[in-house]
Structure formats: structure tokens, C-alpha cells
């Protein structure tokens, strides 16, 4: 049985309910956060509150819980009654419900829903690396709010899947932004690990904000500038972040290799780093 968080009551999921006139639902006016949890820890917790308490104050939408403690403690039970030690959460809040008009309703309380979900670790992934196409990034201009509003991502995504590729990594202006769903990295000859910076452009995503921390704890190069498609054919590895997957190997782009096409030292010395800082971080 796996119970969800529903406006402040935990229910079984398949009892949940949320209105018709859910804005998320009738406009995607929310935003969301996925977070990870191992040993039942909350990883980058305020990394992650950070960041779905400014994607709210950019849509002007309530903050249904004011107190970060408290939903730390609401995440936390959650985790308790799915009986899990591992896995993530999905946390999203809308404007609330009301008479469908494009327009902000005058008083209204937001929605919110919290559920945990697993996915199946592969292995092979991270052992063998991915193959990501390139494609136009076609989103709005503030890809830095976590909007529930995934249109373009989901398509993209499935595009990429239908044919053979993991991800898809996309471009505007002739600069790599970053994927559907994941932050893009390239590493240079010269040893320099290259990303995106942080602007509206994409998502600032919490593993790669965490693994920017790794990065210049262990004084490697770091250059956060847009990369072309010429950078990702001259680059000598790629990888790419999310809180699903950590960090992966990206080892062709559209069929084509980067290096040898096996996943780099550098991208493995990272994997490791950032598998002892999540076990710092359970460990206190
Ligand atoms: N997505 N960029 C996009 C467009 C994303 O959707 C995500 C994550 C990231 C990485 O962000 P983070 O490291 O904070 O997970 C970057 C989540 C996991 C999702 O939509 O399921």
C-alpha cells in the first residue's frame, strides 16, 4: 500500500484526491522538486527548499507550509509509512483550485501532494555510459523556475527514447543548454570541466550545484560557460546530472563517440566523490 500527502492529510493513493479546478491541473500553474532519500535521509534537503521556495516566489504562489522543519518532518513520516530506506520524493505545490480563469483568484490556498516513487537501479548505465541526441530546445525563457509545465521536456524525453537514446541535450543559440531532464557537462583536452552557467536558460539543478562543490573542493578546472556542438566533438569525456541518476557517463552523442566512447577517469573519479558525499551527508 503506499500512502501519499495530500493538503495535509496522509492517504492511501488510490484515495487521493485533488479537484478538477486544480490550476496545476487546468493551466500547470505549479512548480515541483524531486528529492532523493538514502537510509531513509533526506539528501540536499535545503538545497532543494532553496529552490522550490524561489520557484514559488517567482509565480507569486503561496507557500503552503512556512516552516522548513516541518515539512522536513511531514517528508520524513512519509518516508516511514512506505516503509522504504531508499528511493525519492515528488513534491509539488499549485496555486490551489478555482473557477477556471487565466487570471490569479483572488484568495485561494495552494494544492500540495507529496509521494514517494523507486526506480530500478541500472547499473549498465552508469557502467557502460549513455548515448544522448542533440535537438532545438523549444522551452520558455525561465527553464530556472521547476515548473510543472513539462511539455517539451516529455517530448523530447520520449523522442530520445524512441530512438535509442537515453536523453537529449538541447541547443538554443547555437550553445548546449542542458537535456530534458538532467544538466550537460562536457570535459575538455585541457582537463577543464565545462557547463552551462546558472540563468534562465535551464534548470539549476542540485546535483550539479553539489557536484560544482566537489569539483572546486578537489581543485579540479571548472569553466561555467555555454559549450557549442563543435566543444561536445572535441571534448574528451561528458557526463550529466539529476537527483535520479546522479552522475552518468555520456559516452556518444548522436551515434558518434566522445573519446574512446567508454566512460572517462575524471567522470569515474567524480561518481565516486559524489557517492561519499551523499554518504557524508547520511552520516552526519
Ligand atoms: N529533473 N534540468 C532539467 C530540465 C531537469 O528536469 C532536471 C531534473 C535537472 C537536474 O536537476 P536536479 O539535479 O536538481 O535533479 C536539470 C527531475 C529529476 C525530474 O523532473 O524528474
Known amino acids: ?4 500527502y495530500v493538503n495535509g492529510s496522509f492517504e492511501n493513493k488510490s484515495d ?5 479546478q486544480d490550476r496545476g491541473f487546468n493551466f500547470s500553474d505549479g512548480v515541483y522538486e524531486v528529492m532523493s532519500f538514502s537510509d531513509k535521509f533526506l539528501i540536499n534537503f535545503n538545497k532543494h527548499i532553496i529552490r522550490l521556495n524561489r520557484s514559488l516566489e517567482n509565480l507569486k504562489i503561496k507557500k503552503p507550509i512556512i516552516n522548513t522543519k516541518s515539512l522536513r518532518i511531514i517528508l520524513q513520516k512519509l518516508i516511514k509509512l512506505n516503509n522504504l530506506n531508499d528511493g525519492y520524493l515528488y513534491l509539488q505545490i499549485t496555486r490551489g483550485s478555482s473557477t477556471r480563469n ?6 485561494v490556498m495552494p494544492n500540495m501532494v507529496i509521494f514517494t516513487f523507486t ?3 541500472d547499473e549498465n548505465l552508469i557502467n557502460k555510459g549513455v548515448n544522448i541526441r542533440l535537438t532545438d530546445d523549444i522551452r520558455w525563457g525561465r527553464c530556472d523556475i521547476k515548473s510543472i509545465s513539462l511539455l517539451p521536456n516529455v517530448l523530447e ?11 537529449s541535450w538541447q541547443i538554443k543559440n547555437k550553445f548546449i543548454t542542458e537535456g530534458s531532464t538532467s544538466n550537460a557537462f562536457i570535459i575538455n583536452k585541457d582537463n577543464t570541466i565545462q557547463t552551462h552557467p546558472i540563468n534562465n536558460l535551464i534548470l539549476g539543478g542540485v546535483t550539479r550545484d553539489s557536484v560544482i562543490e566537489i ?5 579540479l578546472s571548472l569553466k561555467e560557460k555555454a559549450f557549442t556542438v563543435s566543444d561536445l566533438n572535441s571534448c574528451k569525456e ?10 552518468l557517463p555520456v559516452i556518444k552523442f548522436d551515434n558518434s563517440k566522445i573519446g574512446d566512447g567508454k566512460p572517462g577517469k575524471t567522470t569515474k573519479t567524480l561518481i ?5 558525499f551523499i554518504k557524508s551527508q547520511i552520516n552526519g
Open 1 to 4: 500500500m503506499s500512502i501519499c
Open 16 to 20: 487521493a484526491m485533488i479537484s478538477i
Open 102 to 107: 487565466h487570471l490569479f483568484p483572488k484568495s
Open 119 to 121: 526506480v530500478k537501479y
Open 157 to 167: 524525453k520520449q523522442r530520445a527514447f524512441q530512438n535509442g537514446f537515453y536523453e
Open 215 to 219: 569539483i572546486k573542493k578537489n581543485e
Open 238 to 247: 561528458a557526463f550529466l546530472t539529476s537527483t535520479t541518476v546522479k552522475i
Open 272 to 276: 565516486q566523490k559524489y557517492d561519499d
